[in-house]
């Protein structure tokens, strides 16, 4: 049976001109007002970023509704997927507000999976975010350019950010009429705001309030930005969509597997669709590195990655954990860590002072955070024989391995242009890590094919 959502619908995607134009602080900003008026609001991030989303999920939950920021990313799937996620969030929700990635027509090749290419594939209404701190009718060739660039792409209107006085905001209205782009606003510079920007998603500590800061974001954007004139220019016809027929494990015999997850502060890098996929291969019991004293018993343990560099002395103190941890693996326990959770499971982990703490001794390397460097970019993973398939991800860190030992890679691993990257896909014994984080939304039986492995390893 086909699912069809035909109905007017509010929708829009906020994008810029380039990175740091203040995206994301506009769209947890309007996230939360839309969410304060008592809207169901549906946040979406396009690419791969794990941190914006989780940030999303805190500005759209208000008032006992619990929200769940979703990223659409063309590379990592396909265009089908991509709409089938949209259109499975959106359907429950009034308002869907998808944050843009750097600018509007930068993607992975050209404007391959940028922002510009998810809006029309949507149909999506884009509203530039433009930091005006240091023009003023210049923006109108701006704004024009990017009206008319690509005829599918619909600009419909603008918020100038980083706006001086009510004065300024005068000229860049009037020539963003001139550019055929309907003005909705500006947010005026503020000192505290842009402290928050530059922290809100690097402060990882608990005690950092992160709700007050979202609501004093909000609460600064919504005086001088048009949100009612915003939702009207945002309705859009929702088309139909054909149901989902990816393949999805369900029955007795996935619910007899358990699959622990770490997920606390220093390991929360974890695609909600990921975790979907892994319920249909099980129970899904999630655990603390930082804070347990006990294992569970898992049929898989999946170690994500996130901050463990932040939390290494705490991470380093929790030594049962951190045995149990090891003792699992080496007595052939399946096993999947990405980033942190490949840190985690080194001899050794030094942060930017020069302090090295022991980790779980599971794989013959240590990582370092002194001479940071950063590790970007999409990548194509191959496995060899056991999975043909090609999953698809990308690599965010600035650590690196200072010592590498005895270790394979069991795949080949290119960049979007397929050209050989350093990065690998270990493998100990059924200990499977990597810096890449991989999507498996349409390679549903990825986690499966781990526990295979590990089951034909132990027979």
């Not at 023009?135 to 419909?156: E, I, K, W």
Request: overall charge negative.
């Amino acid at each position: 049976m086909e699912r069809t959502m035909t109905a007017d619908y509010t929708a829009f995607l906020l994008a810029a001109p380039s990175s740091g134009s203040g995206k994301t602080t506009l769209t947890l900003a309007l996230l939360r007002i839309l969410a304060r008026r008592g809207l169901a609001v549906q946040p979406f991030k396009c690419g791969p970023d794990y941190l914006d989303t989780r940030l999303h999920s805190l500005a759209a939950s208000y008032g006992g509704r619990r929200s769940k920021g979703i990223n659409l990313d063309t590379f990592m799937a396909s265009e089908n997927h991509v709409r089938q996620l949209f259109f499975r969030y959106s359907s429950d929700s009034a308002v869907s507000v998808v944050e843009g990635v750097m600018g509007l027509f930068d993607g992975a090749e050209k404007s391959e999976g940028s922002s510009a290419h998810i809006a029309a594939l949507l149909g999506l209404p884009v509203i530039m975010v433009v930091d005006a701190s240091s023009m003023a009718y210049s923006a109108a060739p701006l704004l024009h350019g990017f009206r008319t660039f690509d005829s599918s792409v619909r600009v419909a209107g603008v918020i100038f950010n980083r706006v001086g006085t009510p004065s300024h905001y005068s000229y860049l209205e009037a020539a963003a009429r001139d550019a055929g782009v309907e003005p909705l606003g500006y947010v005026p510079t503020d000192g505290a705001i842009a402290i928050s920007e530059r922290h809100l998603g690097l402060n990882t500590s608990l005690d950092y309030d992160r709700e007050g800061v979202i609501e004093a974001m909000a609460g600064h954007v919504e005086k001088s930005v048009a949100v009612d004139r915003l939702l009207e220019l945002s309705r859009i016809g929702m088309p139909e969509i054909p149901a989902d027929r990816s393949p999805k494990r369900t029955g007795v015999s996935a619910g007899r597997r358990v699959i622990a997850v770490a997920r606390d502060e220093a390991f929360n890098f974890l695609y909600e669709e990921n975790l979907d996929v892994l319920q249909e291969h099980g129970e899904l019991v999630f655990f603390s590195p930082l804070e347990d004293q006990r294992l569970p018993e898992a049929d898989l343990l999946c170690l994500a990655g996130g901050y463990p560099e932040l939390h290494a002395r705490l991470l380093a103190e929790n030594r049962v954990m951190r045995e149990a941890v090891a003792a699992y693996c080496l007595q052939g326990g399946c096993v999947y860590a990405e980033c942190g959770g490949l840190m985690y499971l080194g001899g050794s982990l030094r942060t930017a002072d020069g302090t090295a703490y022991p980790m779980c001794g599971v794989l013959d390397l240590d990582t370092s955070m002194q001479d940071a460097r950063l590790s970007l970019g999409y990548r194509k993973v191959r496995f060899g024989q056991g999975y043909p398939k090609e999953l698809r991800g990308h690599e965010f860190h600035y650590s690196r391995i200072e010592r590498e030992g005895e270790l394979r890679s069991v795949a080949a691993v290119t960049n979007a242009r397929n050209e050989p990257v350093s990065a690998a896909v270990f493998r100990t014994m059924n200990t499977f890590a990597s810096y890449v984080h991989l999507y498996w939304g349409e390679s549903r039986d990825f986690p499966g094919f781990l526990m295979e492995e590990g089951a034909a390893k132990k027979s």
